[in-house]
């Protein structure tokens, strides 16, 4: 299994492949993303990163990371991550994203998800820090 950060100019080419993952990382966002909102911060925004997991032709996963700078800290976020057989994948994925996380002087990685990926993550070090609330605006 490898895993590899796609370069801007061959997004298009691996989108097909990864276009049913992303869907379902997309299903996850309720609203706030659809698939083509995720392409689009990955092919327009410079710091956003598509990266896949892959075994010979066959891509078995996606995220997408992107750099950002708190007041006191910089961070690696991962926005999105999906695909199939992720026990296959997650650790040469995560010690590849720890590593470009350190190269580009990150302290740490923060997503949010739902609670399974604590179940997922826990033996990596995994923190809840806190819970994602939604209030609605209408009553």
Known sequence: MKVSMVPKAHVEVVWSRIEKYVEGAAKYTY???TTNDIKQ??????????????DGTQIYGFWVTEPFTYPQMKVLI???IGGKQFKKWQSIALEQTQQYARDHSCKIMESYGRPGWGKIWKNNGYKE???FYELPVEK
């Open 31 to 33: 609203g706030r993303f």
């Open 129 to 131: 820090l806190f819970t």
């Open 78 to 80: 991962l926005h999105f």
């Open 41 to 54: 911060g990955i092919i327009d925004k410079p710091e956003q990163k598509l990266w896949i997991a892959f």
